[in-house]
């Protein structure tokens, strides 16, 4: 996605492009078209907390519930190198929910009311599979 966007903008660098999100409110079916620039991604599932949906933030799991689903993520890319935000969590991306390099895919930035080293102390990670 970085190279289909730095080749749709004149001037961008891929080396000077990175990835960026948004966790929308919205849920898979009340999308009904796709995004000016980036990708829609669905069917993620926190394990270790779960989405509050109303303040778009991450929040304690309720009991006994060992995975929540995400609402939409928007990716998308920006033409910036500058350091992310310290008070979002990055949240690891993995396919499966064995949790090695060979499944990691990307990080997902959350906004959070807690240090991010409190959801980095919980485990948080957000799964493709949950098989």
């Not at 620039?37 to 304690?60: H, P, Q």
Request: hydrophobic share 40%; net charge positive; aromatic share 8%.
């Amino acid at each position: 996605m970085r190279q289909e966007v730095t080749r749709a903008h004149k001037g961008w660098a891929l080396d000077g492009v990175t990835l960026h999100n948004e966790i929308l409110k919205q849920m898979k079916e009340d999308i009904t078209s796709s995004p000016a620039e980036g990708v829609y991604i669905y069917g993620l599932f926190l394990d270790g907390a779960s989405w509050d949906r109303k303040n778009c933030r991450l929040a304690e799991p309720q009991p006994k519930v060992l995975f929540t689903l995400l609402p939409v993520v928007h990716m998308f890319a920006v033409n910036s190198t500058a350091p992310k935000d310290p008070k979002l969590y990055q949240c690891p991306t993995y396919k499966k929910p064995c949790r090695t390099d060979l499944t990691y895919i990307t990080v997902i930035l959350m906004r959070t009311v807690q240090s991010p080293d409190h959801w980095i102390l919980r485990g948080v990670a957000a799964l493709c599979d949950i098989k």
